[in-house]
């Protein structure tokens, strides 16, 4: 542990020591009448997020993309060795290596296993939110 960190109480993670919130854990560290608290007693900041809504980001129920299922579906399906579909998704770098191999037969066969994803809706836009019907 070098100079001007210290642990988290709550997790053990090394954080600096001006820290207030472990930024691992999200569990307050410090009490925060030095941190120009009113006097009026400790300011308690709740990290704590126990709603178990699944229907955020990596629940069973993911958020689901803005992107439309048919249009990636045909675009993979008619220009998928050009990486089209992927452009689309908002996939820019992946898209424009397929572009490069698509004189190649990488392309094809990656286009082959985009257009199984899109099928199963377990293919993901550039923001890794799931597009489906």
Not at 31 to 51: A, D, H, T, W
Not at 88 to 97: E, H, P, S, V
């Amino acid at each position: 542990m070098s100079q001007g960190t210290k642990f988290c109480k709550h997790c053990g993670q090394i954080i600096d020591s001006d820290c207030v919130v472990c930024p691992k854990c999200g569990k307050q560290v410090e009490n925060l009448n030095s941190y120009g608290g009113n006097g009026n007693g400790p300011i308690i900041i709740n990290n704590n997020n126990n709603n178990n809504n699944n229907n955020f980001m990596g629940g069973y129920n993911s958020v689901v993309s803005p992107k439309s299922w048919l249009v990636t579906l045909l675009l993979c399906l008619f220009v998928g060795v050009f990486g089209i579909h992927r452009f689309y998704a908002g996939k820019i770098g992946t898209g424009i290596i397929m572009i490069l191999l698509c004189w190649t037969g990488i392309s094809a066969i990656w286009a082959l296993v985009d257009l199984i994803m899109i099928i199963l809706s377990k293919f993901k836009d550039g923001q890794g939110l799931l597009i489906q019907r």
